[in-house]
């Protein structure tokens, strides 16, 4: 069964940087796309991005543009997000999503990072 | 402020139906399939419709979609007290970003 099994919570100061990572397994991971969706408390669902499992290619949102990179390790079929400069209004629970190209048909269970000084 | 436009919440009574609409623009539902998702309460999102009116395997054929021009739909009939959730509408736009709906809450009276 396909699973994306992602790393635990995350407490950082303003200015840090954070790394979520995003495990796959139940299916081939070079095969399909990962997009990351975030959400912020009490919020609804934000897109940052999408990467290509088979090539890397990437697609940030604009607003995260220059702050957001997006790496997969096909060894261990593990995807990462990464997310620089951070701020208070990061504060959300980060999803990595598999991406079938028109939607996300598996998640992860969420990873909260809390962004407070 | 989200890209697509959906009320806040709705509400019916157990077993009645209800529907939940999506508005966007040519830009992103006028020209690609429109997606729904279902979050229960501290859970991540579920994949409920897919190509604005397929269901995955297992989803349940109370649940179904539709498309019309820059708007989409969700419905669902036969309430049942564990519907109540929130509810996405998602599509991509004219740069290939993901965009979603700010999201709906079904109350089940």
């Known amino acids: 069964q396909v699973q994306l099994v992602q790393s635990g919570a995350e407490v950082k100061k303003p200015g840090a940087s954070v790394k979520v990572s995003c495990k796959a397994s139940?299916?081939?991971?070079?095969?399909?796309?990962i997009s990351w969706v975030r959400q912020a408390p009490g919020q609804g669902l934000e897109w940052m991005g999408w990467i290509s499992a088979y090539n890397g290619n990437t697609n940030y949102a604009q607003k995260l543009q220059g702050r957001v990179t997006m790496t997969t390790d096909t060894s261990t079929s593990t995807a990462y997000m990464e997310l620089r400069s951070l701020r208070s209004d990061d504060t959300a629970v980060y999803y990595c999503?598999?991406?079938?190209?028109?939607?996300?048909?598996?998640w992860g269970q969420g990873t909260l990072v809390t962004v407070s000084s | 402020q989200s890209v697509l436009t959906q009320p806040p919440s709705v509400s019916a009574a157990p077993g009645q139906k209800v529907t939940i609409s999506c508005s966007g623009s040519?830009?992103?539902?006028?020209?690609?399939?429109v997606s729904w998702y279902q979050q229960l309460p501290g859970t991540a999102p579920k994949l409920l419709i897919y190509d604005n009116d397929k269901r995955p395997s297992g989803i349940p054929d109370r649940f179904s979609g539709s498309k019309s021009g820059t708007s989409a739909t969700l419905g669902i009939t036969g309430l049942q007290t564990g519907d109540e959730a929130d509810y996405y509408c998602?599509?991509?736009?004219?740069?290939?970003?993901?965009?979603f709906g700010g999201g709906t809450k079904l109350t089940v009276l």
């Open positions: 040519n830009s992103n539902i006028g020209n690609n399939f």
């Open positions: 999503a598999r991406d079938l190209v028109r939607e996300f048909d598996y």
């Open positions: 139940g299916y081939t991971f070079t095969s399909y796309g």
């Open positions: 998602g599509t991509w736009d004219s740069s290939l970003s993901g965009v």
